[in-house]
């Protein structure tokens, strides 16, 4: 198996990040448009309007969990430890936080966000579960 597969599920990663990087500053651009919110709003989160705080949130959220993430990606690349299932357990991953990412940054419906979230924190801890396996020869 070819070991940098490993990093398209962390190039998904980052192009959700400039995703919500976008929405972020479209959002913020309207807001101060639309007379919603004034500039100086954004030097102090508990300021900003709800309409982009929801993002700046999830942009936060961005870079918790996933730092996990990164950090398995590049230990299974190093100890050539990339194969199908670990693919697939990136990958499912990743699709959590796409998946995480639309509810927060549309419906913002909390239990729907919370499932998506907690989902893809238990994929990621089965990864890491199955890289213990691969540094200790098991598998």
Partial sequence: MNQTAIFWPVLAHVLLVYI??????????FAVKSGEAKVGQYKVRSTEPASSVTV?????????????FHALCLAL???NGVNYLT??????????RYVHAWVHLTSNRVMLRSRAFFFGAVVL???WIWFAFHLLGVV
């Avoid at 919500?20 to 651009?29: E, K, S």
């Avoid at 700046?56 to 996990?68: K, M, R, S, T």
């Fill in 20 to 29: 919500v990087y976008l929405v972020m500053a479209r959002r913020r651009y």
């Fill in 56 to 68: 700046a949130n999830n942009l936060i959220n961005q870079f918790e969990l996933p730092v996990l």
């Fill in 77 to 79: 690349f190093v100890t």
């Fill in 87 to 96: 693919l697939a357990l990136v990958w499912i991953f990743i699709l959590s």
């Fill in 125 to 127: 801890l089965l990864a």
